[in-house]
């Protein structure tokens, strides 16, 4: 089974940049979809990116064109590039891998946007 975790979460000022990681144990070059998601406090988890196997990408409204996800398939990474970072960006941040019969999440990391 492949297991999840992520890295890359800290506290940064309203404007600044962070780069998420996430690494899997085993091979993500199965995995139809890989994605993030974020939870804030009080609130539902949402997803915030998502990538296919071919490449094909998919963000929400409210972080298209300041977030990048891109997954390495040698490797078994998948990163979320966070540019232009909002307070309402604050969060917990999860990576997430699915496949037919098969869905696994990482423990998160949390990311802080605040002056």
């Known amino acids: 089974q492949v297991q999840l975790v992520e890295s890359g979460g800290g506290l940064v000022q309203p404007g600044g940049s962070l780069r998420l990681s996430c690494a899997a144990s085993?091979?993500?070059?199965?995995?139809?979809?890989m994605g993030w998601y974020r939870q804030a406090p009080g609130k539902q988890r949402e997803s915030v990116a998502s990538i296919t196997r071919a490449g094909s990408t998919n963000y929400a409204d409210s972080v298209r064109g300041r977030f990048t996800i891109s997954r390495d398939n040698a490797k078994n990474t998948v990163d979320l590039q966070m540019n232009s970072l909002k307070p309402e960006d604050t969060a917990v941040y999860y990576c997430n891998a699915k496949r037919v019969l098969f869905i696994a999440w990482g423990q998160g990391t949390q990311v802080t946007v605040s002056s």
């Open positions: 085993g091979s993500i070059a199965s995995m139809n979809l």
